[in-house]
């Protein structure tokens, strides 16, 4: 599973109070964190206001990067911000997000054509998140297709099917699950993800219900995921389904994590 760490993100609200105080001490503690936690790439997130949102990330990107080798995972709503800040970027990692929206595609893929840069692709349109999985799929194949033309093969995009908050579809999970495997199907080397946490809006025990999706989308073929690498019963209910799955030989990285004290009860 490819890990991209989720706590450096402007929503949520201890990281945008030390954006507004410009806390890089907190900024850099998070990244070292979530590196050392295993994350392969971290989700850089301003979450501000669209007049500071280019200036705001730069500073979040360059504290990351001098703490931190990990790559980014640059994550803006505007795709302008993206291309305003991706020569600020030391390594190539992932562009978050690209969709059907507006003229999200015909900024993206040209500027990271040519590239080592992967994507993070939203089945979603100008009119929101489609209902059904068939609507997904035809949106994906789009993405997809458009991105061939600037030679962006399957194998450098997050296909992200948008999972529902189960609180408001009930088929949420399964409607996941089915875009997942025809997207799969048509496009075998491509990479399917999710932000994890969308799946519990609403839902009390929200760390059960993410631990479980993320079960079952792994079990699946979900490929990575947006989550908190720091959450060691995140990282246990993933490790536990590799083993399960067969993924983990002899389960050496399940057991070796419990010996580092990295998974189970805090001693």
Not at 188 to 201: D, M, V
């Amino acid at each position: 599973m490819i890990i991209i760490g989720e706590k450096i993100n402007g929503t949520i609200p201890v990281v945008k109070k030390a954006i507004e105080e410009k806390d890089a001490d907190f900024i850099r503690q998070r990244a070292i964190d979530q590196a050392e936690a295993g994350a392969h790439y971290l989700d850089v997130c301003a979450g501000t206001s669209p007049d500071i949102e280019v200036e705001t990330l730069k500073w979040l990107m360059d504290i990351v990067q001098d703490a931190v080798d990990t790559p980014l995972c640059i994550d803006s709503p505007n795709p302008r911000t993206i291309e305003a800040v991706l020569k600020y970027a030391r390594k190539p990692g992932i562009i978050n997000s690209v969709s059907e929206e507006g003229d999200k595609t015909d900024v993206i893929y040209p500027l990271i054509a040519g590239t080592d840069w992967q994507v993070i692709a939203l089945t979603c349109d100008n009119d929101g998140i489609p209902k059904t999985a068939q609507a997904r799929i035809d949106i994906a194949k789009s993405l997809v297709e458009k991105a061939a033309k600037y030679d962006i093969a399957p194998d450098r995009i997050h296909l992200d099917p948008l999972v529902i908050a189960l609180a408001t579809d009930n088929n949420s999970v399964h409607n996941f699950v089915e875009t997942m495997r025809d997207i799969k199907e048509m496009y075998p080397t491509i990479k399917i993800t999710s932000g994890l946490s969308n799946i519990s809006f609403g839902m009390p025990l929200r760390k059960v219900i993410n631990q479980a999706f993320l079960t079952i989308a792994t079990f699946f073929g979900m490929d990575s995921a947006i989550m908190d690498p720091c959450s060691r019963d995140m990282i246990a209910a993933l490790l536990a389904t590799e083993a399960l799955m067969g993924k983990d030989r002899h389960c050496r990285k399940y057991n070796d994590a419990y010996r580092k004290g990295k998974i189970g009860p805090l001693k």
